[in-house]
């Protein structure tokens, strides 16, 4: 006599199973999310200090200005930089170029004295050395001012009567706001360049809170965190 055995799940063990996995689900998607969100911030900030740490560079190697700006066309062959302050755009890359065009005088030496030299505006002859397109939904860039500009001596420099703010701001922020990540830090991120051209991201939400007033008043779309 055949004795036939049948294996499966029962009713207690699927439920079980389905729990378990709904626990799994609740916990990893969040995780998940948010753990993209801090990747796609972070890379978008350090990119932005990468471009200025490399103006600076440059216009110390070349003994030339050498500017970033922001732009709503990087890629652009004539990029129209936007240097005023910005809130929250979700289109704004930014450039870097040698802010002077190419010209030298009789000994060599570089001539500076041109009208469009230094003026923060990508002009006939100047040299386009790197583009950066807009980090895109949902990250948001805020500038207090729009370029910053480096002389030879690797200071920043004011390009005609342009803003010339004594610390550069720009503002990175998503969907999450300004909301806390983990202590002190914050979802979101701050470039701060000082007059000695140094480039630095913050995190702390101590580091935003000379800035957020006039970010927020200007609908920066960053709200602070309750």
């Not at 199973?17 to 969040?30: E, H, K, N």
């Not at 200090?49 to 190697?61: F, H, S, W």
């Not at 004539?78 to 005023?84: R, V």
């Not at 830090?185 to 935003?208: K, N, P, Y």
Request: aromatic share 8%.
């Amino acid at each position: 006599m055949n004795t036939r055995h049948e294996h499966g799940f029962t009713l207690w063990e699927l439920l079980m199973t389905l729990l378990v996995a709904g626990i799994i689900f609740g916990i990893g998607i969040p995780n998940v999310l948010e753990f993209r969100l801090n990747a796609g911030i972070t890379a978008a900030t350090n990119d932005f200090v990468t471009a200025t740490l490399m103006a600076r560079t440059e216009a110390i190697k070349r003994q030339a200005p050498v500017t970033l700006c922001l732009t709503d066309d990087p890629l652009a062959a004539t990029p129209t930089c936007l240097p005023n302050n910005v809130f929250g755009s979700l289109s704004r890359g930014y450039v870097v170029f040698v802010d002077e065009n190419d010209n030298f005088d009789a000994d060599g030496a570089r001539v500076l004295t041109d009208v469009t030299d230094g003026n923060a505006a990508i002009d006939a002859g100047e040299l386009i050395l790197a583009r950066t397109v807009a980090p895109g939904d949902p990250i948001r860039i805020s500038a207090n001012c729009g370029y910053v500009s480096f002389s030879p001596t690797g200071f920043t420099r004011r390009a005609l009567a342009l803003c010339f703010p004594a610390m550069r701001a720009v503002l990175f922020c998503d969907s999450r706001g300004e909301r806390v990540a983990a202590g002190a830090l914050s979802s979101a991120r701050i470039v701060l360049t000082g007059r000695a051209g140094r480039a630095q991201a913050l995190q702390e939400r101590a580091a935003f809170t000379p800035y957020m007033a006039g970010f927020n008043g200007g609908g920066a779309l960053c709200p602070v965190a309750p």
